[in-house]
């Protein structure tokens, strides 16, 4: 929660206390089951890009790929898709220079593969929803 403990209180009329009791409760409960940073990249200094990648692979370069994306140290998430892109790739970088040698080493290793990439500069981030627990498995 980005919200203080004080600031809830007077919105509710209630003490701190009592919020911070109701906020365990519901820990107890498993109504809350994590908390977890949510960074600001922009904040730190970094500039923060979304590349929306259509690529093709086949068994050995996709295994060899998601390797990649897992152990460079600049792509902080990456999910497969489905349609016009089949990969989205999070990267920060210190500026425009940095993020240019990102994505040249990435289009060096995977040039063959490649079919078209569209790459966003995301100012902020104003929402995110973790919602894993919503849908448990059964």
Request: glycine share 2%; charged share 20%.
């Amino acid at each position: 929660a980005t919200r203080r403990l004080v600031d809830m209180a007077t919105e509710f009329g209630v003490s701190i206390n009592t919020i911070k009791n109701r906020i365990i409760e519901l820990i107890n409960k498993k109504v809350i089951t994590r908390f977890f940073p949510l960074i600001s990249y922009n904040l730190l200094g970094y500039q923060w890009h979304a590349i929306m990648l259509n690529i093709n692979l086949d068994g050995e370069t996709e295994k060899q790929f998601r390797h990649y994306l897992t152990v460079n140290p600049y792509i902080i998430y990456y999910v497969k898709t489905i349609g016009q892109y089949n990969y989205i790739i999070s990267t920060v970088a210190r500026d425009a220079v940095h993020h240019n040698n990102i994505m040249l080493d990435f289009r060096n290793r995977f040039y063959k593969n490649i079919n078209d990439y569209e790459d966003i500069l995301i100012f902020n981030q104003y929402k995110y929803v973790y919602f894993s627990n919503m849908f448990p498995l059964k």
